[in-house]
């Protein structure tokens, strides 16, 4: 069964440096997403990606964030000085078209220290 | 935007009863409404999901109920296994576009033998 893979899996990285989480969705899939989970919390939206553009974003997805698709089956998102409050699990996740399900990624555990 | 409000935050049920778990929406444009569990450390598993002109829809011991007037939907757990235990996670979407998933606070389930 194809599934959306993301790497790392964890990443410590220190205050003020720079972390790109990277992320393979489904290969047939049309939308992509980045969401943020806070330890204990609840799943929050960051950016949605179609057609090669940012279809919309959140208020936490600001500046310092951006994403790509530098290949066609790779899809990145950077944090170009990381928080203390860039702790989080960040989920990839795909979808094929506007009638069916989002499919998630394992996630990624950054560490910011 | 779209806010989406669960209750409980934490249910704990005797093995074999039943779990229900609500969710409340506000934008009457949503009309796709997941419920996802997610196990600790893991990604969220979609384990089902209803659209808006269904008012019921069953897998096995798994159903969700939704009611668009009220703007609520609710999913029942029958029959509860230990294995039920995860926190869930409701999340109510439009069908048009890169639409977004925008997640309840969660609800942490506790099957007890």
């Known amino acids: 069964e194809p599934e959306v893979t993301q790497t790392p899996s964890h990443q410590v990285t220190q205050m003020g440096q720079e972390v790109i989480l990277r992320c393979v969705p489904i290969?047939?899939?049309?939308?992509f997403y980045w969401y943020r989970q806070i330890l204990g919390q609840k799943v929050e939206f960051l950016v949605s990606?179609?057609?090669?553009?940012?279809?919309?974003k959140s208020e936490i997805f600001d500046d310092q964030f951006s994403v790509e698709r530098p290949d066609g089956s790779n899809f990145t998102l950077k944090i170009r000085s990381t928080k203390l409050e860039d702790s989080a699990m960040y989920f990839c996740?795909?979808?094929?078209?506007?009638?069916?399900?989002?499919?998630f990624g394992q996630g990624t555990r950054l560490t910011v220290v | 935007g779209e806010n989406v409000e669960q209750h409980p935050s934490t249910l704990s049920v005797q093995e074999g009863d039943s779990a229900v778990i609500k969710c409340t929406y506000s934008d009457s444009a949503s009309n796709y409404f997941p419920w996802y569990k997610q196990e600790l450390g893991k990604r969220p598993q979609l384990i089902i999901d209803?659209?808006?002109?269904?008012g019921e829809k069953k897998d096995q011991r798994i159903a969700v109920t939704l009611n668009k007037t009220a703007k609520h939907f609710s999913l029942h757990i029958t029959e509860t296994q230990p294995e039920d235990s995860a926190v869930y996670f409701c999340a109510a979407r439009g069908l048009q576009g890169a639409q977004k998933l925008v997640f309840g606070q969660g609800t942490r389930l506790t099957i007890n033998p």
């Open positions: 209803i659209r808006s002109n269904v």
């Open positions: 990606f179609y057609n090669n553009e940012i279809s919309e």
């Open positions: 290969s047939n899939h049309l939308y």
């Open positions: 996740a795909s979808r094929a078209d506007t009638n069916t399900e989002a499919f």
